[in-house]
């Protein structure tokens, strides 16, 4: 899913205030974006928004929004369930049986 996608601070701020996200948790979502100077990648972007309470559905809808196709939208989400469970279990081992 190489690529890079830009999404307009306004244009944010409009889904995500449409989204019912309260202007407490846009501020700090547009805070972290500026320390990383407004560069992240897919995998984080989707983790921010979840933290802000949004939902799997509205998050694809933010991506395909910015251009992002879905099978590439499906690589983030799975992206983010592995770091999900290497956080919650430590790293997976993987068994080589011959």
Known sequence: MPGTF????IDLKKM???????????DQLEASLNRM?????????AGMLEKLGLRQEDI??????MGIDDVSI???FN?????RINETF????VLKVE
Do not use: C, P, W, Y
């Open 74 to 76: 499906t690589e983030v």
């Open 37 to 45: 100077h407004r560069h992240v990648n897919a995998v984080a972007f």
């Open 6 to 9: 830009a999404l307009n601070r």
């Open 60 to 65: 694809t809808n933010i991506f395909r929004r």
């Open 16 to 26: 995500l205030t449409m989204l019912k996200v309260s202007e407490k948790g846009i």
């Open 79 to 83: 992206a983010l369930d592995e770091e």
């Open 90 to 93: 430590g790293k997976v081992v």
